[in-house]
């Protein structure tokens, strides 16, 4: 029962910057800007959505088939792929790209100057959702624009229910994509930042969204998250992270845990719990692929989170 994951593979390099920008950047002279941050500290982490939902999906002991486009330096992740057993073959190397990347700066204000090259995965739309077989469900996160388009449209041909995450892709589409999206889609994630975006331009209402799709779950950050669904609303609480050391990623671990909970079929007030303990165990952590743990502690930790068992 494998989970269709299309989305991005990326690098992300993390450096941080030991001032402030504003330090830095005049504002008198923005029009001849030219700054050079020293950045005596620097991350390189595996990333991109479905790099980050195939990890955590395989935490829980899920059975991810990430399906994405990388460049001809994909082999280290190729290599932590493998190490975790995550099936690689649905993951196309275009050998005159790079991998999809983030370089990413912070300041001590936790501001952030990111530059994204997105490579390799600009030519998602060569993978076909038909390629992959003994598909349960699938998800479609951010990825290439074409290749969204279409693997929401290929979903939704081949009858495999999919979750829609639009998540930081949601700049590229217009009312019209988000509706087709909404209407193809089985599920609808976002979190509440990017909830005012969808309802702004497609001018649905949450039941309306909620009377076009299974469930509409909506993240809150340290809030939990709400899920509508058949008429009901579901308020999820957050676990409380040991500390909060990184929130990248959350959402990521978040999807991995709906995933979870809708190939069991599990009910919404526990699928959502699942969703929640792993956004709380990935914040503890830097970087979006660097938490473990094993199964039974995971369970232990949610009877204590939430005074219920899975
Ligand atoms: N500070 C926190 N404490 C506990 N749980 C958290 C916290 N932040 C996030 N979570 C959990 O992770 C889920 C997803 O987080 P959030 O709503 O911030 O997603 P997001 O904004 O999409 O994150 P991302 O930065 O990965 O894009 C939340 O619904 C919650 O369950
Ligand atoms: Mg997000």
Same mark, same amino acid.
């Given at each position: 029962?494998?989970?269709?994951?299309?989305?991005?593979? &990326?690098?992300?390099?993390?450096?941080?910057?030991?001032?402030?920008?504003?330090?830095?950047?005049?504002?008198?002279?923005?029009?001849?800007?030219?700054?050079?941050?020293?950045?005596?500290?620097?991350?390189?982490?595996?990333?991109?959505?479905?790099?980050?939902?195939?990890?955590?999906?395989?935490?829980? !002991?899920?059975?991810?088939?990430?399906?994405?486009?990388?460049?001809?330096?994909?082999? +280290?992740? !190729?290599?932590?792929?493998?190490?975790?057993?995550?099936?690689?073959?649905?993951?196309?190397?275009?050998?005159?790209?790079?991998?999809?990347?983030?370089?990413?700066?912070?300041?001590?204000?936790?501001?952030?100057?990111?530059?994204?090259?997105?490579?390799?995965?600009?030519?998602?739309?060569?993978?076909?959702?038909?390629?992959?077989?003994?598909?349960?469900?699938?998800?479609?996160?951010?990825?290439? +624009?074409?290749?969204?388009?279409?693997? $929401?449209?290929?979903?939704?041909?081949?009858?495999?229910?999919?979750?829609?995450?639009?998540?930081?892709?949601?700049?590229?589409?217009?009312?019209?994509?988000?509706?087709?999206?909404?209407?193809?889609?089985?599920?609808?994630?976002?979190?509440?930042?990017?909830?005012?975006?969808?309802?702004?331009?497609?001018?649905?209402?949450?039941?309306?969204?909620?009377?076009?799709?299974? &469930?509409?779950?909506?993240?809150? !950050? $340290?809030?939990?998250?709400?899920?509508?669904?058949?008429?009901?609303?579901?308020?999820?609480?957050?676990?409380?992270?040991?500390?909060?050391?990184?929130?990248?990623?959350?959402?990521?671990?978040?999807?991995? !845990?709906?995933?979870?909970?809708?190939?069991?079929?599990?009910?919404?007030?526990?699928?959502?719990?699942?969703?929640?303990?792993?956004?709380?165990?990935?914040?503890?952590?830097?970087?979006?692929?660097?938490?473990?743990?094993?199964?039974?502690?995971?369970?232990?930790?949610?009877?204590?989170?939430?005074?219920?068992?899975?």
């Amino acid at each position: 029962m494998s989970v269709l994951i299309c989305g991005s593979v &990326a690098y992300d390099t993390i450096m941080v910057f030991k001032d402030r920008f504003k330090n830095h950047i005049l504002p008198d002279k923005l029009h001849v800007l030219s700054v050079s941050f020293l950045v005596p500290e620097m991350r390189k982490e595996f990333g991109g959505c479905a790099g980050n939902i195939a990890y955590n999906l395989k935490l829980l !002991g899920g059975d991810p088939l990430p399906m994405a486009t990388v460049g001809r330096d994909f082999r +280290r992740y !190729g290599n932590w792929m493998d190490q975790w057993d995550i099936p690689r073959r649905h993951v196309t190397i275009v050998d005159d790209e790079f991998t999809a990347q983030a370089f990413i700066t912070t300041d001590l204000a936790d501001n952030q100057i990111t530059a994204f090259h997105p490579g390799a995965m600009s030519y998602s739309h060569l993978n076909e959702v038909s390629e992959a077989e003994d598909v349960t469900i699938g998800i479609v996160s951010p990825d290439g +624009r074409d290749g969204m388009i279409k693997h $929401a449209e290929q979903f939704a041909d081949a009858d495999i229910p999919f979750i829609f995450d639009p998540s930081q892709g949601l700049p590229m589409f217009d009312a019209g994509d988000l509706t087709r999206f909404i209407d193809q889609a089985t599920w609808v994630t976002v979190n509440d930042y990017e909830w005012e975006l969808v309802t702004d331009h497609t001018g649905l209402s949450k039941s309306q969204v909620q009377e076009r799709v299974e &469930a509409l779950i909506i993240t809150k !950050g $340290a809030k939990g998250s709400e899920i509508h669904a058949k008429g009901k609303v579901y308020e999820i609480p957050a676990a409380k992270p040991a500390q909060t050391a990184d929130p990248t990623g959350c959402g990521d671990a978040h999807r991995a !845990g709906l995933l979870y909970g809708l190939i069991n079929d599990m009910d919404w007030e526990t699928t959502g719990r699942i969703a929640s303990l792993m956004g709380a165990i990935k914040i503890e952590s830097y970087g979006t692929q660097n938490h473990t743990f094993e199964r039974d502690d995971f369970d232990l930790r949610f009877e204590e989170s939430f005074g219920r068992t899975i």
